[in-house]
């Protein structure tokens, strides 16, 4: 064996164990087209959780807990009757809350492929709120010049509409304004007269 390749011993195998390259396999050689089309591909997206599946293994392990109490309980002497009133109170209290029973990410098996996908989809998210990412962000729209032009243009309309509301509260705001101030000398000069005629 050289290099990992090829057998370990030639004894046995009608051989002498000399490894060859196999001249009749063509290599695949990309063209320059090729490579900066793969530029053009579209990021790789990441696999959904399927909700049903976390679900299903969720119920399971509630089902497991409920199965080492029963036998817990069993080994213990006491009666069918309240074996399975104590499994059932512990079922009923588990499946009200599921979501405290899903693993860390740490602890998923390999094989688990649908919680490995949840916790990076967890983990995703809580970095782009960390940095700040919008939802609709797709990559790359930062050297698209027709879509930086469309999104300033979106933006400076969105600004105009902005100031402009603002303007309109401000002046419904001033006017609220002069109609307190009117209605609070309106009721002073009444005050000053109903005291001016008090004291007559």
Not at 26 to 49: C, I, N, Q, S
Not at 136 to 153: H, I, L, P, S
Request: hydrophobic share 30%.
């Amino acid at each position: 064996m050289y290099n990992g390749i090829g057998l370990t011993t030639p004894r046995g195998s009608g051989t002498n164990g000399y490894v060859m390259r196999n001249l009749s396999a063509l290599r695949v050689h990309e063209t320059a087209a090729d490579r900066a089309a793969a530029w053009d591909v579209a990021p790789p997206k990441h696999r959904e959780p399927d909700e049903a599946i976390l679900e299903h293994e969720r119920k399971r392990k509630v089902e497991v807990k409920c199965l080492e109490l029963q036998l817990q309980l069993e080994d213990d002497g006491l009666d069918e009757a309240t074996i399975e009133t104590r499994v059932d109170e512990l079922r009923t209290t588990l499946n009200k809350d599921l979501a405290s029973l899903v693993p860390s990410a740490k602890k998923l098996k390999p094989s688990d492929t649908h919680g490995i996908a949840a916790a990076k989809k967890a983990e995703l998210d809580k970095m782009a709120r960390a940095l700040g990412t919008k939802s609709n962000y797709t990559e790359g729209d930062a050297f698209d010049r027709e879509k930086q032009e469309e999104n300033k243009m979106r933006r400076m309309v969105e600004r105009e509409e902005r100031e402009r509301k603002r303007e309109e509260d401000k002046t419904k705001w001033l006017e609220q304004k002069q109609k307190w101030e009117a209605d609070k000398r309106e009721r002073d000069r009444l005050r000053r007269r109903e005291e001016d005629r008090i004291r007559r």
